[in-house]
């Protein structure tokens, strides 16, 4: 399996990691989409690169708070292909909520052109279900995927089974583990379930289950070593995307943390 980081986890870095109270994700979002369409946004990615690098990955998934396709041009998005390329770095996925404003055609088709550019496979998390008919012909066209994250109303593998039944030549599943344990399911009963449908991983872990607070993977409450055991059952070899965004805080050292003992776990299992 192939380790990525989400950068997402960078979600308060905007604010320094001390942001506004009371937390609200929307707004570091805004921020964020500010920052990457200012002048410097090249010094703040090359910096996320670096980090990402420096944990000794050769991956990493991109936010689209990190890159609005909505908001910037060609060359913009041909710019942060290069940074990105040029810290080694491949891309797993493009992570959120696309189709956007318009859902029609042609903001399909440039989020497609986004991850498309940045060499993206997936659009990592969700699009507008009803627009199904036009995103899947733009999907198609452009040789990109889709894989659906459990977030509120796809929380089951029933859920998502149901949506990947459409198309499963283009809808796959991307589960978060750690949004499992926040409903209170098991991930590697929900990771069988899902099956050879699961594309991508969101690997995070939670404090406790029920809880929305992530912390370092392998020392939650989620059963990551089980998720990990089902992940092999059923034969999964892609990207596990490392996930821990804190409300405040620099999320690296518990990471870098939850990193250590998924790799302890992957060599254990070879």
């Known amino acids: 399996m192939r380790l990525s980081q989400v950068t997402a986890n960078y979600v308060t870095r905007v604010f320094g ?12 979002d805004r921020a964020t989409q500010e920052q990457f369409t200012s002048p410097g946004w090249q010094k703040e990615w090359a910096a996320i690169c670096q980090e ?12 689209k708070a990190h890159l609005p396709y909505d ?7 041909a710019e942060f292909a290069r940074i990105t390329a040029d810290h080694g770095l491949a ?19 440039r989020a497609c052109a986004a991850a498309r550019t940045i060499g993206a496979p ?5 699009i ?21 994250e459990n977030h509120p109303g796809m ?66 409450a989620a059963g990551l070593a089980e998720a990990l055991a089902a992940l092999r059952e059923i034969g999964f070899d892609a990207a596990l995307s490392l996930e821990h965004e804190p409300e405040e805080g620099d999320p690296l050292p518990e990471i870098r943390r939850g990193l250590e003992w998924t790799r302890r776990q992957l060599a254990a299992g070879q």
């Open 122 to 126: 997936f659009l990592q998390g969700g």
């Open 91 to 109: 891309v797993t996925a493009y992570a959120g909520w696309f189709g956007g404003p318009g859902n029609d055609r042609a903001s399909f088709q």
């Open 52 to 63: 990402t690098r420096s944990l000794g990955l050769d991956a990493i998934e991109v936010w």
């Open 155 to 220: 929380e089951t593998a029933e859920q998502m089974l149901r949506q990947i039944a459409a198309a499963p030549d283009v809808i796959g599943a991307g589960p978060d583990t750690g949004w499992f344990a926040i409903v209170d399911s098991s991930p590697a009963q929900e990771i069988r379930r899902l099956g050879t449908h699961i594309w991508h991983v969101h690997w995070k872990d939670m404090k406790a289950r029920g809880s929305h607070e992530s912390t370092a993977m392998g020392y939650g």
């Open 128 to 148: 507008k279900w009803d627009a199904l008919d036009v995103a899947l012909t733009v999907l198609r066209d452009y040789g990109v995927r889709i894989t659906i």
């Open 17 to 28: 990691y001390n942001p506004p109270r009371p937390f609200n994700w929307g707004e570091c």
């Open 71 to 77: 908001r910037v041009d060609d060359s913009h998005l």
